[in-house]
């Protein structure tokens, strides 16, 4: 069975940083691009960033190019994303996803989600 | 950014066929997918790539289109599919997504 498991989020002052991590299982890890999406209920479903299926590439929306970083260690099967200098916009509920890159284009797999809420 | 309009609710009864329908401000190819989200649930891939059924997913759920209309259809409606639909284009950067279909059934 093909998990996604992510941890992290919480509550964080705007200005302050976070890190999620999203542990894969049950599938080959290293051969599939990863992305994160986050979804709220005024902004619906949006897209964060996209990372190759050996990290070589890295995509990401405007809003959030040069403070968050998308990474992964296909070693340890694991996806990660580095928030800096959150803004309240930036509160939504982030999934990690398997996909969005390459020949598997849609979000085939979700993970359950980590809410982050950014208020001071 | 490529806008993606979907109609905000739809009401069907069990047994009926129902039509979602999105459309993009732009040209997306074939690079449209669709996706169902029960209430608290994860989002689920139904359709990728316009037509193309995920694993899993009943052949009761089509999709086609090309270009900026495309449609998800399911066909019968059965009260499981009470949930929101989501339309997602993956061939304009950035991806995005639609505001979702709420589907109710009588």
């Known amino acids: 069975e093909i998990q996604l498991v992510a941890s992290g989020g919480g509550l964080v002052q705007p200005g302050r940083s976070m890190k999620f991590s999203c542990a894969a299982s049950g599938f080959t890890f290293k051969n599939y691009g990863m992305a994160w999406v986050r979804q709220t209920p005024t902004k619906g479903l949006e897209w964060v960033a996209t990372?190759?299926?050996?990290?070589?590439?890295?995509f990401y929306r405007d809003s959030v190019r040069g403070r968050f970083t998308i990474s992964r260690d296909n070693v340890k099967s694991t996806l990660y994303l580095q928030m800096n200098s959150l803004r309240s916009e930036d509160t939504a509920t982030y999934y990690c996803t398997r996909g969005g890159y390459g020949y598997n284009p849609a979000f085939d797999c979700w993970g359950q989600g980590v809410l982050v809420t950014v208020s001071s | 950014d490529t806008v993606l309009t979907q109609s905000p609710a739809l009401t069907v009864s069990p047994g009926e066929r129902v039509s979602i329908s999105c459309g993009a401000s732009?040209?997306?190819?074939?690079?449209m997918h669709w996706y169902q989200q029960r209430p608290g649930q994860l989002p689920k891939l139904l359709i990728y790539r316009a037509s193309n059924l995920a694993s899993g997913v009943p052949a009761r759920f089509s999709g086609s289109g090309s270009g900026t209309d495309f449609t998800l259809t399911i066909d019968p409606v059965e009260a499981d599919d009470t949930a929101t639909y989501f339309c997602?284009?993956?061939?304009?950067?950035?991806?995005?997504f639609g505001a979702g279909t709420k589907l109710e059934l009588k």
């Open positions: 990372i190759s299926y050996d990290g070589s590439s890295t």
């Open positions: 732009e040209g997306v190819n074939s690079y």
């Open positions: 997602q284009q993956s061939w304009n950067d950035p991806n995005t």
